[in-house]
């Protein structure tokens, strides 16, 4: 019941808070990837999870963390996007990686498309009454990508572990 809890429960909303943090404040708070990798540390335990298994989980995380810090320190992405990614990584498994990457960058693309065209025009009188919409529109701002890495987590994970998993105990 617990790792149902977990993984039906605390990982999609600690998706849907890093994206609405994401998009709010444009930061994923440390607590919140720490959150998702302790989670996922639980699941691990609760579920049972087979030391194979549990590799090549570690291994999807650990590569992920890799490659997002290289993109971190060329100022490609924001170091909490590259936390999220490695973190939500560890929950895909590398069977799916490929899968959740994917999937990011689709959802990524028009995200970030559209926040860069909206910028060339002025906010609305309206969306200036909130903070958070200015900021987004401010041109030296990036892009809240932690949407689209939440996103395409909630849709592959069922796939990655299975939709048997999901159903209740």
């Not at 395409?152 to 159903?167: E, I, K, M, N």
């Amino acid at each position: 019941m617990a790792a149902y809890f977990l993984l039906c429960v605390v990982f999609p909303f600690l998706m849907a808070y890093a994206a609405a943090s994401d998009l709010l404040t444009m930061r994923i708070s440390n607590r919140v990837t720490g959150l998702v990798f302790a989670g996922f540390v639980l699941y691990a335990v609760a579920s049972g999870m087979a030391l194979t298994d549990l590799s090549l989980h570690l291994a999807a995380g650990a590569l992920t963390l890799v490659v997002t810090f290289v993109l971190f320190a060329r100022g490609w992405i924001g170091g909490g996007d590259a936390k999220l990614a490695a973190s939500t990584a560890l929950w895909i498994g590398l069977g799916h990686l490929s899968d959740y990457l994917i999937l990011a960058s689709i959802l990524g693309g028009p995200l970030t498309l559209s926040i860069v065209c909206a910028r060339r025009y002025p906010l609305p009188k309206l969306a200036l009454k909130f903070p958070f919409a200015v900021h987004l529109h401010d041109t030296k701002t990036g892009v809240p990508y932690g949407i689209a890495l939440a996103a395409a987590a909630l849709v592959v994970l069922p796939s990655a572990v299975g939709l048997d998993q999901l159903a209740l105990p």
